[in-house]
């Protein structure tokens, strides 16, 4: 069984702050995370993705993750934020193959950028 | 490439009529995805398919909802009878898991309103 806990549900930064939106897992086989945003009226976009090779993964627009084992997080970050970034995030977590190929999804933050 | 189509990308209706909703994945996945969006439920799984097959209807609201995959390139989402509760955006997505994890690609969504 997999899992992810988003916590919070809108996250509000200023223009040029950073930007920290939480993910934490679980999962009973070694995961894949992905980061996906969606903008208003829009599909999913994937973000970035962790498949077990890098820790630390860069994404598109500048964001970041860092998958940490011990914490079973996957929190992701982006050093600046612009208002072009204003947007829902989902995390989510999948397996591979059978019942754990189906990909997991949080219940999205919502992120506002104050000019 | 095209990415996911779905089609329509508005639907109205009223209550009682028969919804259906499309769905081309990207040429040479094997797996396909419906999901629906509400502002009460997020993003819920509703039924995935490997290799035209249906391996998970658990999330399929009721018998009203029903869904087909005929051939690797085209499935449908079928609604009958249509009931207001039923408005939200249904995403189709695909992905192929060849490469080593589940990487899913989200279509446009259909914004469906049953009046």
């Known amino acids: 069984a997999q899992s992810v806990t988003q916590l919070g549900s809108h996250v509000s930064v200023s223009e040029g702050a950073l930007v920290l939106l939480r993910c934490n897992y679980s999962?009973?086989?070694?995961?894949?995370l992905f980061w996906y945003v969606q903008y208003p009226n829009q599909g999913l976009q994937l973000l970035l993705k962790?498949?077990?090779?890098?820790?630390l993964v860069k994404g598109i627009n500048g964001f970041e993750a860092e998958f940490k084992k011990s914490e079973t997080s996957f929190h992701l970050t982006k050093p600046s934020a612009h208002m072009s970034d204003a947007a829902e995030y989902f995390c989510a977590v999948s397996g591979l193959t059978g019942a754990n190929s189906k990909l997991t999804f949080g219940k999205g933050i919502t992120l506002s950028v104050r000019p | 490439d095209a990415g996911v189509i779905q089609s329509p990308r508005h639907e109205v209706t009223e209550m009682g009529q028969e919804v259906t909703l499309r769905c081309k994945p990207i040429?040479?996945?094997?797996?396909l995805f419906w999901y629906r969006q509400t502002m009460m439920r997020g993003l819920e799984l509703l039924i995935y398919?490997?290799?035209?097959?249906?391996?998970?209807d658990s999330g399929m609201p009721e018998d009203r909802f029903s869904a087909k995959m005929p051939n690797a390139s085209f499935s449908t989402l079928k609604i009958q009878p249509s009931e207001p509760r039923d408005s939200a955006v249904y995403f189709c997505?695909?992905?192929?898991?060849?490469?080593?994890?589940?990487?899913?690609?989200f279509g446009p969504g259909t914004r469906l309103t049953v009046l």
């Open positions: 040429s040479g996945h094997d797996y």
């Open positions: 997505a695909s992905s192929w898991t060849g490469g080593g994890y589940n990487e899913q690609f």
């Open positions: 398919f490997n290799n035209n097959v249906p391996i998970d």
């Open positions: 962790y498949t077990s090779a890098a820790t």
């Open positions: 999962s009973s086989v070694p995961p894949y």
